[in-house]
């Protein structure tokens, strides 16, 4: 495999909306530059990118897969993310590897949910971009409808460079508006055009578009605007100049035409990512975290004479490979078989076996320059989002910041042996989805594994069964309600015990108050004179305490209230550090009787998006849960509504959600804070509870 220098590598992610043709039209360019021997196609499985089993079998990309393909001077290097909402993240964290991105566009669909999130998320690292609308050799594609749909949505600077040839199964080619020339291409061919004239019926819509094209390149560039006005045109030379310029500081958005089934269009827009899109070289300087010395961030250029920094961006656990780290070569130069520092970890890793990774293949490689993307295997501490480099200049570039989970299940394993194997499965699966979640609730003591949606924790699941061999069951968590009070108490706890020997004797006055919400628990010492020696006053605490975490109404924790201790009395021989336990566990029972106990439950922050015309429908929806609706945001057709509702409304809402938008909805919930639960919905819950203990202890007996 040939080095390239990073002035000659592009780095591109090809993101879009699920099924916009994205995987299709990357097999279709590797297959037009010779890097492949056949035209892949996503239903059968035979594409480059979309190699696990779990996307062969669901037909979709469920993570970021890198390809490349070499193309005159220049090396490709793909990031083919996935399009589907609850695996977008993918996408995010691609980004941080690419100095630019295609948009890819169905035909027919037009600008979808996840369109309009993943240019967001390019305008969050600030990168040039192009759309590529594909798919248009399908039945109702339509050029001035998808033209609507991107201007619309993302404003006039959206401007072809190309427009197609013929419509759905006439799909035949492309007119290139720069050059103003056509090329024809055989379906299915080797996506190599023919160059020849504008058909006389695209004539004048070609010269209007041109036209466009040339007015929009010269609004940003005096020179070119004086050549404008002067010649009422621009020369090729200077428009092909202008545009590169145009497209890298993002002042115009170019659209192109595509067919990754059909294999039309592949080298045309091989040819814009070579001469238009930016090189690896001309990314600004990477920042990394701030010295701890002046506060002032390490910047390093993206070239071989600065000393070798490398970011890892993704990490794949191969059964049979291993852990293998796929990362950005941001500076300096790296050779085969070199030892580099993890400033993350602060350890040292020796990088064995250099290489670039073809779908699943990896290609080795004797070095990578800087702006280069490469892949390692076997790195003993280095995981996604660590940054690795030359020990004599450290530096420590900040890992993708994304979104919390949005869904939590119970899991549980099916038997014995799979409950051995269940931790060291899904940990080496948290070790490439950074999504993934593993965690035992410490009040309801399940485990629990949380993702971005069901459809995200049904793909975990079956890896755990198909990689690991471990089988589980998925159940909908228990909800962690607890308990407070809503009223004062003033109590006496009496413990009085008289045994053959010494006896067990204490007693505390207590007096028991609400505390805002989120105040947990709060314990004041107010003796005074000695009425409690002051050893046996951290017991009635525990006490206290230990009573307050088994619950009063149902065995829910109870929160928020302060306690003061104000009184008491002892035995100078009979009382003890567990007298004054028990009699601190008397009092808060007593208490509770007194304060208006009542239940809570964990309240959701949750933001939904969906188009316009389901809007309605949500909002009765989140009504009907309880949910109270704290503002809505109208962009582009689409609604995004903003409400808090009851965790125990929420624990389905993936599928319901999905079922109500025709999977066009999406969601984002973190919990937010706990709210008193309606007084007839308390019956049901307390009557629940005490059946389960009821239950466990007739079990333990």
């Known amino acids: 495999m040939k080095v390239y220098e990073g002035a000659n590598v592009r780095n591109v992610a090809l993101v879009g909306h699920g099924d916009a043709g994205k995987t299709s039209l990357v097999s279709g360019m590797l297959y037009t530059a010779g890097s492949t021997q056949r035209l892949g196609r996503v239903d059968d499985g035979s594409t480059v990118t979309d190699f696990d089993e779990e996307e062969v079998a669901r037909s979709m990309s469920i993570s970021t897969a890198l390809a490349y393909a070499e193309w005159g001077k220049t090396k490709v290097n793909f990031l083919d993310t996935p399009g589907f909402n609850m695996f977008v993240h993918e996408a995010k964290t691609a980004m941080v590897a690419a100095e630019s991105a295609l948009v890819v566009v169905d035909g027919v669909s037009g600008v979808e949910v996840v369109t309009d999130k993943v240019w967001n998320y390019c305008e969050e690292f600030q990168l040039p971009r192009a759309l590529v609308v594909s798919r248009m050799d399908r039945e109702r594609a339509d050029l001035g409808r998808v033209m609507e749909s991107l201007t619309s949505n993302f404003g006039r600077t959206v401007v072809p460079v190309e427009l197609p040839i013929g419509s759905e199964k006439n799909l035949s080619g492309v007119v290139d508006l720069v050059k103003m020339k056509a090329y024809a291409y055989d379906l299915g061919g080797n996506g190599k055009g023919k160059e020849g004239e504008i058909p006389d019926n695209l004539a004048e819509q070609a010269k209007a578009a041109h036209e466009k094209l040339v007015e929009l390149i010269a609004e940003g560039n005096d020179a070119l605007m004086e050549e404008f006005f002067d010649k009422g045109t621009i020369s090729e030379e200077h428009l092909v100049s202008g545009l590169r310029e145009a497209v890298r500081e993002r002042r115009i958005y170019p659209v192109l035409f595509a067919s990754g089934l059909g294999n039309i269009g592949a080298d045309r827009v091989l040819d814009f990512i070579a001469d238009y899109l930016p090189a690896a070289t001309e990314h600004p300087p990477v920042e ?70 073809q779908g699943k293949n990896q290609v080795p490689v004797p070095e990578l320059h800087a702006g280069d993307i490469g892949a390692v295997a076997k790195l003993r501490d280095t995981l996604t989002g660590d940054t690795l480099g030359d020990k004599a200049a450290p530096i420590q570039y900040p890992p993708v910041k994304l979104p919390e989970p949005a869904i939590s299940f119970a899991v549980e394993p099916k038997t014995r042996a799979d409950e051995d194997k269940l931790s060291n499965g899904i940990h080496k699966l948290m070790e490439e989805d950074p999504m993934l979640r593993f965690f035992r609730d410490p009040q309801t003591k399940e485990f629990l594994v949380a993702g971005t949606g069901q459809q995200h924790i049904e793909v975990v699941v079956s890896k755990l069964k198909k990689r690991y061999h471990t089988e589980v069951n998925l159940k909908a968590p228990k909800v962690p309600y607890r308990e407070t009070i809503r009223g004062r108490a003033d109590v006496e706890g009496r413990h009085k015990k008289q045994t053959g020997g ?25 003796i005074f004179g000695g009425a409690i020696p002051r050893n046996f006053i951290p017991a009635v605490e525990k006490g206290i305490k230990d009573a307050a975490a088994r619950g009063y109404l149902a065995g829910y924790p109870v929160v928020d209230f302060k306690v003061v201790l104000y009184d008491g009395s002892y035995h100078d021989v009979d009382s003890s550090d567990l007298s004054f336990q028990l009699a601190g566990r008397l009092a808060f029972r007593k208490a509770m009787e007194q304060a208006k106990p009542t239940l809570l439950e964990p309240v959701m922050k949750v933001e939904i998006e969906v188009p316009d015309e389901f809007a309605g429908a949500i909002m009765g929806d989140l009504n009907s849960r309880r949910g109270r609706i704290q503002g809505m945001d109208n962009k582009s057709g689409k609604t995004v509504i903003k409400a808090e ?57």
């Open 645 to 701: 509702v009851p965790m125990a409304e929420m624990l389905t809402y993936g599928v319901d959600l999905t079922s109500m938008t025709q999977g066009r909805g999406s969601f984002n919930m973190e919990m937010d804070h706990y709210d008193i639960v309606p007084s007839q919905l308390q019956e049901k819950i307390i009557a629940a509870a005490k059946a389960a203990h009821g239950v466990v202890e007739e079990e333990e007996v």
């Open 502 to 526: 010494h006896g067990q004797f204490g007693v505390c006055r207590i007096k028991m108050e609400p505390l805002p919400r989120g105040g947990q628990f709060e314990f004041v010492n107010d």
């Open 288 to 357: 990394g975290a701030p010295t701890s010395g002046n506060g002032e961030p390490r910047r390093r250029k993206v070239a071989d004479s600065e000393p070798l920094s490398m970011y890892v961006f993704k990490t794949v656990s191969d059964p049979f490979a291993g852990r293998i780290s796929f990362f950005k070569v941001f500076s300096g130069a790296v050779k085969n078989e070199a030892t580099v520092q993890n400033f993350t970890r602060n350890s040292s890793e020796k990088l064995a076996h250099l290489s670039i990774m």
